[in-house]
């Protein structure tokens, strides 16, 4: 507990809101800046690089919670980088807090939920909810 990380990487001119889905009309004419759904995946990534070394084979973590604020534009070309704290776990999940900087200023602060899951279960219940008739 109180470990500390930092990832950081560029944001690209595909990271932006008008390119998030292709279908998405109402989004193509918006701002080309750091989408916030792209924030929250880089953020996730750091996450899973800071406790990658910590699990055995067959294991891993998935996001369950994010609570995060997204308070600045950032365009293509900055650097974005995080800081990522593990401020809480159990024998289930682990809890971070992390701060988002570009290269002026303050992006994002919140919380990040991660569950640590063995692969086979959790693809059991995957393979199972695909092959479930849908609900009417
Ligand atoms: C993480 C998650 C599995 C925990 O679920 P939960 O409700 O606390 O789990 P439960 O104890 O009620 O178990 C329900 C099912 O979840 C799966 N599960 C629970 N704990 C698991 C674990 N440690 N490893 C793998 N699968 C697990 C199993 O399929 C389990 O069913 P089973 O007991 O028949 O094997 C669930 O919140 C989830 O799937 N969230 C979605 C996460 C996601 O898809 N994120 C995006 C990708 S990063």
């Given at each position: 507990m109180g470990d500390t990380a930092s990832f950081a990487r560029v944001v690209t001119e595909r990271d932006v809101v008008p390119d998030?889905?292709?279908?998405a009309d109402v989004l193509h004419g918006m701002p080309r800046v750091f989408a916030t759904a792209y924030m929250v995946g880089l953020m996730e990534w750091a996450c899973v690089e800071q406790i990658a070394p910590f699990f055995e084979q067959g294991e891993g973590s998935l996001g369950v919670h994010v609570d995060m604020s997204h308070v600045a534009p950032t365009p293509p070309g900055l650097t974005v980088t995080i800081e990522s704290t593990v401020d809480a776990m159990d024998d289930r999940t682990i809890w971070f807090n992390v701060v988002l900087r570009d290269d002026h200023e303050v992006i994002s602060t919140g919380r990040h939920q991660r569950a640590i899951v063995q692969w086979d279960r959790f693809q059991r219940r995957v393979d199972t909810k695909h092959l479930a008739e849908v609900p009417a």
């Open positions: 998030l889905f292709p279908d």
